[in-house]
T-cell receptor, first 113, second 109 residues
């Protein structure tokens, strides 16, 4: 079956703009989590959605938001982009919350200039 | 609060054995996962320990001591393809995986 698909793979935005990233989980998976990966901070948890509801949220400012649709696809949005938002954004899907194994997509590489 | 400690880098030679340690502090604890990430790739699941003891999967083994908030990943018969970053990821009371900066393993010939 198809893996986790993230689009776009690469994105360049200007400071102050906003961006929307998309994640399509593995078919049948209802939980989607988002992570930000940077060399300095490693992998940091942004939020988790399950059945269209945000279940958990990490310590990120309100400029970072997300949502999940009825087909389990998820989007995350970052408004008023800052240079420090440049990172690899990874999405992971699992069949439910608290499930042991999460499947990651290849990520979206966001560069803010 | 929560914290996670792993060595930032480890170097070993082909055929050797390497152990990557992980100490964690979380509010609530449901188990410890390990993930591997090659440069430019996505993290992939390696193993999970819910209970104390050793779990073996081929050349890889993972150990957990809940009382010590400590675990390790043991890689045997190292191969060049094992060069990657390795993340321990405890699952806290909220259910999400907690990652850190990971350990970059370099395997030399």
């Amino acid at each position: 079956k198809a893996g986790v698909t993230q689009t776009p793979r690469y994105l360049i935005k200007t400071r102050g703009q906003q961006v929307t990233l998309s994640c399509s989980p593995i078919s049948g998976h209802r939980s989607v989590s988002w992570y930000q990966q940077t060399p300095g901070q490693g992998l940091q948890f942004l939020f988790e959605y399950f059945s269209e509801t945000q279940r958990n949220k990490g310590n990120f400012p309100g400029r970072f938001s997300g949502r999940q649709f009825s087909n389990s696809r998820s989007e995350m949005n970052v408004s008023t982009l800052e240079l420090g938002d440049s990172a690899l954004y990874l999405c992971a899907s699992s069949s439910g919350t608290g499930v042991v194994e999460a499947f990651f997509g290849q990520g979206t590489r966001l560069t803010v200039v | 609060g929560q914290s996670l400690e792993q060595p930032s880098e480890v170097t070993a030679v082909e055929g050797a054995i390497v152990q990557i340690n992980c100490t964690y502090q979380t509010s609530g604890f449901y188990g410890l996962s390990w993930y591997q990430q090659h440069d430019g790739g996505a993290p992939t699941f390696l193993s999970y320990n819910a209970l104390d003891g050793l779990e073996e999967t081929g050349r890889f083994s993972s150990f957990l001591s809940r009382s010590d908030s400590y675990g390790y990943l043991l890689l045997q018969e190292l191969q060049m393809k094992d060069s990657a970053s390795y993340f321990c990821a405890p699952r806290g009371s909220q259910g999400n995986l907690i990652f850190g900066k990971g350990t970059k393993l370099s395997v030399k010939p």
